[in-house]
Each structure stands twice: as C-alpha cells, then as structure tokens.
C-alpha cells in the first residue's frame, strides 16, 4: 500500500499533466483524494505542501475552500446559529440536520452550490486547482459530497480536488467518515476519478 506522501504525489502527477488526467471527461474536472479520517491532520499539512510544490514547481495556483466554513456561513445568514440550537434542543438532531440540509440545498436559501460557484467565479480554469478540505463538518448527514460534486458539473472547467475523510467501498463508491453503523447511507457512488488509500 502506497503511503500518503506516495498518493499525493500520484495525484500531483495527474494534476501537472497536459492534458490534466484526473478526469475521464472533459467537461468533469473533478477528483477525490480520500484518506482514513483518523488521519485528518496528518493529510491537511501534506496537502498544504502539496500546494506549495503545484505553486512553486509548476506555476499553478491553489485555492483552498473549506465546506465547513460555507456550511457555517450559510447557517449564519439564514436562520442563525441560536436558532438552529433552539431546534435541535427542541426537536433533536435529526431534524434539526434535515433544515441544515434545507438551507443549504433550497433556491429559497443560499444553496451550497451556487455558495461554491461564487467562491471560484474568477479562478483561471489554465491556472488555479482549487482544494476541497474539511468535508467532515458534512456529518454525519448534513450534505451528500456526491450531491455537491453532480452539481458543479458544467458549472465551471477549473479542476477541483475534494478531500474526503472515508474508505474506499470497491472502485467507484466511498463509505463517509468510515461510518459503519450508517449501512449504506455513507455510501456514495462517485463519477470521478478516486485517488488515495486505505
């Protein structure tokens, strides 16, 4: 099994390629890389040497984008974090979770796509990658990886990266937060390519 540093440097590989190899389609710039969650910070400081080396080493820009703070932000310029308290105290958390998935997907809301979109409206498909991290702050329920990646789709050519916490479930589907007691409902199959390791 190849070590962390070992798939990083498959995917920085793939990413320095012309034409980019992350993607079996041309209009899917997308990839995983998913590492065991337990290894959560030992992955976020080599992804942040892996950025350095894309900017130094090959003239590309990284943006990094934290789920966790999108999902933060539209908590807080919707309903607002007391209220969101307020309704897990009085009605639990898994219907408090279904409203958090509804401010994030409702056209009435600020919806967790067009949050991303906006976020990279003026990144250079040529230069910048942009980095997905923090995508536990999405558990164990709140918003499907798979629903946000389908929806990004033609919506824009600069290559993303999604740095997934889970285990690899066969070549396609990928188990969340390595949620065993969760049945298939962790389970998730991508369309795209899936780097990284168990």
Same mark, same amino acid.
């Given at each position: 099994? +190849? ?6 440097? %498959? *995917? ?7 034409? *980019?190899?992350?993607? #079996? &389609?041309h209009? +899917?710039?997308?990839?995983i ?10 992955? $976020? ?5 892996? #950025? /350095?080396?894309?900017e130094q080493n090959?003239?590309?820009?990284v ?5 966790a ?5 539209? /908590? $807080? ?7 969101? /308290? ?19 997907? @409702? ?8 949050? *991303? ?10 230069? @910048? =990658?942009?980095?997905?991290?923090? #995508?536990?702050a999405? #558990?164990?329920?709140? &918003? ?9 789709? $033609?919506?824009?050519?600069?290559p /993303? ?5 889970g %285990?690899?479930?066969?070549? %396609? ?8 007691? $969760?049945?298939?409902?962790?389970? &998730?199959?991508?369309?795209?390519? =899936?780097?990284?390791g168990?």
């Open positions: 099994m +190849l070590s962390l540093e070992e798939q990083l440097k %498959t *995917l920085e590989e793939d990413l320095t390629s012309s034409p *980019l190899r992350i993607s #079996a &389609y209009d +899917l710039p997308f990839a890389f998913h590492y065991d969650p337990w290894d959560e910070y030992l992955c $976020r400081r080599h992804v942040r040497l892996l #950025a /350095i080396s894309l090959h003239s590309k820009k943006i990094f984008v934290s789920l703070k999108i999902l933060w932000k539209v /908590i $807080r310029e919707t309903e607002g974090l007391e209220a969101i /308290i307020s309704e897990e105290r009085q009605f639990g958390f898994e219907r408090t979770q279904q409203t958090v998935f509804k401010l994030l997907s @409702d056209a009435d809301f600020m919806p967790f796509p067009d949050q *991303l979109q906006n976020q990279m409206k003026n990144l250079n498909p040529e230069k @910048d =990658i942009v980095f997905l991290v923090r #995508a536990g999405l #558990a164990p329920n709140i &918003y499907r990886c798979s629903v946000l990646l389908d929806s990004m789709h $033609r919506r824009t050519m600069v /993303i990266i999604l740095f997934y916490p %285990t690899a479930e066969g070549k %396609t589907d990928l188990r969340f937060m390595n949620m065993q007691d $969760r049945a298939n409902l962790g389970i &998730y199959n991508y369309r795209v390519k =899936i780097y990284g168990n």
